[in-house]
């Protein structure tokens, strides 16, 4: 009888080779040669190396395969929600909820205010499309050149244009970064957003205070304001713009406040763009309504960047981030089979003993993977399955893991000219990440202020549904979603640790 091939972990040159192989080929791909502009070529490869890493280190082609579909299992629902994401987009196209968002949005604007007003509205776009590359690629566009006019600094423009589209990205239940992070922490999708609002809402509010002091010293006397008259032009003579269009937006936020499940928030939101559309912006057959859920709108307005926002949407254009994002995934579940994940960071995480150095290690290691890996999806699905248990072993929620995986991995991707995000931004607004980075004071910002109130221990979500805010008191709330058998072991740790006096206990 033969015997088993022994298994055991890589060397580290070993498990350094499936990273090296992606941020060679993301470099190349990205800031060599870019006739082509994906990260999906680069991670089959990195994953069919990370396989023969795995070979050599006993694994079998089953077994790793295996530990792929393990982590795409627990990524399925996400999947699904982007799905019906691309059918929302497009719902909310054809309602006129988004063009009228712009719209009303644009009518606020003032040489003084563009700043934050901005901000505020890269920030409600990106809620209402779930995407920070649609909301910068659209009126971020419009604002750089309305920016230009008024004699600002580009780079603290594009800064503004991030900061606010990167906020609403992640209060969107749209998104497919939040989406990501909810499913391999395994927590429920609005449980997630939930706890992003407690670090990314008080940096937004900071941002805002800070770009309306620098909006405050803005030279006027070259504001241009025929570029947002255009805007809005176009859009008033495609779009029945009724206040009630935008109606659909509170239908998502209430979805959020009372935590239905993500798919079924999506869907209700769906039907609501579905039926404003009918009432407000003409008769449609079922034919049509199906061809632009299923494609997008398509509507030529005459006006770029109009045009360019009604491009967006569709079931079909969703196609390219889900390939994305199950490359992603089954590249992070082979580097964990494979023993890579374990050798590069096991030693790091033994040495975890307090929240705040846990959530630390978090965010550090989401930023090294959005830098050598070159994508915010690694940034997210690399680190989970590495440190989510160490988060039950001190009673932490499972949003606590999904919210400090966005607050690095998301918020920092962009920073980075050789990433998927910061390539793609740094061709939308013209210039490079280290240019605009400095000035996107939420994404800069957002990190810093969780680290910190973590080492306070402040701002903190336990697995019981205690919430220890920012002042250090300790309430109880709904808990956060959990496997079952996971919550139970979080639950007695945590208990554990009350009673050594090392977690609060919620007043009553």
């Not at 795995?54 to 299992?73: A, I, K, P, V």
């Not at 240019?435 to 910002?445: G, K, S």
């Not at 910190?452 to 109880?476: H, P, S």
Request: with cysteine; net charge negative; charged share 10%.
């Amino acid at each position: 009888m033969a015997s088993e091939k022994k298994v055991r972990l890589p060397k580290l040159w070993e498990a350094l080779l499936p990273i090296l192989a992606m941020m060679l080929l993301m470099i190349y791909v990205f800031a060599i040669d870019q006739t082509y502009d994906g990260a999906h070529m680069p991670l089959i490869i990195a994953i069919a190396v990370a396989c023969i890493v795995g070979y050599f280190c006993g694994h079998s082609f089953t077994d790793m395969m295996t530990g792929m579909l393990e982590r795409l299992n627990a990524s399925m629902e996400a999947i699904l929600i982007l799905c019906t994401v691309g059918l929302l987009v497009s719902s909310f196209m054809m309602s006129g909820t988004i063009p009228a968002l712009i719209y009303y949005g644009l009518k606020l604007l003032t040489p003084k205010t563009f700043l934050p007003v901005g901000c505020i509205l890269c920030a409600i776009v990106g809620l209402a499309c779930g995407s920070s590359w649609t909301t910068t690629a659209t009126i971020g566009i419009a604002f750089v050149t309305i920016g230009a006019g008024l004699g600002i600094n580009p780079a603290l423009t594009a800064g503004m244009i991030i900061s606010g589209a990167y906020v609403g990205d992640k209060f969107s239940p749209l998104s497919d970064t939040t989406n990501l992070a909810a499913a391999v922490s395994n927590t429920g999708l609005f449980d997630h957003v939930t706890a992003m609002v407690s670090t990314t809402g008080p940096t937004f509010v900071v941002a805002l205070i800070i770009y309306t002091i620098l909006g405050l010293n803005v030279n006027v006397g070259g504001y241009d304001s025929s570029i947002a008259a255009g805007i809005q032009s176009a859009i008033a003579e495609n779009f029945n713009l009724n206040p009630l269009v935008l109606l659909p937006v509170v239908v998502v936020i209430v979805a959020c406040l009372m935590r239905l499940p993500g798919l079924v928030g999506v869907i209700v939101s769906v039907a609501c763009g579905v039926i404003f559309a009918l009432i407000f912006q003409g008769s449609m057959s079922l034919a049509d309504i199906f061809n632009i859920l299923h494609y997008g709108p398509e509507i030529a307005t005459g006006n770029e960047f109009v045009d360019a926002a009604i491009a967006k949407g569709g079931m079909d254009n969703q196609m390219w981030t889900i390939n994305l994002v199950l490359l992603a995934v089954a590249y992070g579940g082979a580097l964990e089979r494979c023993g890579a994940i374990e050798t590069l960071f096991g030693g790091l995480k033994h040495k975890l003993h307090s929240v705040g150095s846990l959530v630390l290690a978090t965010m550090l290691t989401s930023i090294f993977c959005d830098a050598a890996m070159c994508d915010q999806f690694l940034g997210i699905g690399v680190p989970a399955p590495l440190y989510v248990d160490k988060y039950d072993e001190m009673g932490l929620a499972r949003n606590m893991l999904s919210r400090t995986l966005e607050d690095a991995g998301t918020l920092w991707s962009p920073m980075f000219p050789w990433t998927s995000c910061g390539a793609y931004q740094m061709g939308v607004l013209g210039m490079s990440p280290f240019v605009y980075f400095p000035f996107a004071f939420v994404n800069l910002l957002n990190p810093i202020y969780a680290a910190i109130t973590a080492f306070l221990g402040r701002n903190i979500f336990w697995a019981d549904g205690a919430y220890t805010n920012l002042f250090g008191k300790t309430v109880m709330k709904k808990p956060a979603a959990a496997p079952e058998e996971e919550h139970e072991k979080a639950l007695k740790n945590l208990e554990a640790l009350r009673a050594a006096g090392k977690a609060p206990r919620p007043k009553a």
